[in-house]
């Protein structure tokens, strides 16, 4: 059973920094793609960046390029989001997600890509305020 559990949410004021953490489990070393997502109250959910785990390969919503990364530091290990110079329309529950589907990053950050997502954690709040 695949299992992503976030955490290091929290309350961060503009221009701050927060490096959120997707523990993977259960099995997922064939599947191709996680990213993270965040959905801000009254907005639809967003792809905010995706990793391809296999070569550790990147892609980013533009609104985000040159402050969020996305890494993994080992095999199996968590997936990092870290988030710098944030602003306060950054503020969203963020999660992450994952498929067995062969998804490519480009699909899943699209508008609606969410929907091909099989496995998500129950989220993180990030509140970006002065």
């Known amino acids: 059973q695949v299992q992503l559990v976030e955490s290091g949410g929290g309350s961060v004021q503009p221009g701050g920094s927060l490096r959120l953490s997707c523990a993977v489990s259960g099995g997922t070393s064939h599947y191709v793609a996680l990213a993270w997502f965040r959905q801000a109250p009254g907005k639809l959910r967003e792809g905010v960046a995706c990793?391809?785990?296999?070569?550790?390969?990147?892609s980013y919503q533009d609104s985000v390029k040159g402050r969020f990364t996305i890494s993994r530091e080992h095999v199996q290990g968590p997936v990092f989001l870290q988030m710098n110079d944030v602003r306060p329309e950054a503020t969203a529950v963020y999660s992450c997600?994952?498929?067995?589907?062969?998804?490519?990053?480009?699909?899943?950050?699209?508008?609606?890509?969410?929907?091909?997502?099989?496995?998500w954690g129950k989220g993180t709040q990030v509140t970006v305020s002065s």
């Open positions: 990793m391809y785990l296999s070569d550790g390969d990147t």
């Open positions: 997600a994952t498929s067995p589907s062969p998804f490519p990053c480009q699909v899943v950050m699209a508008p609606g890509g969410y929907v091909g997502m099989d496995y």
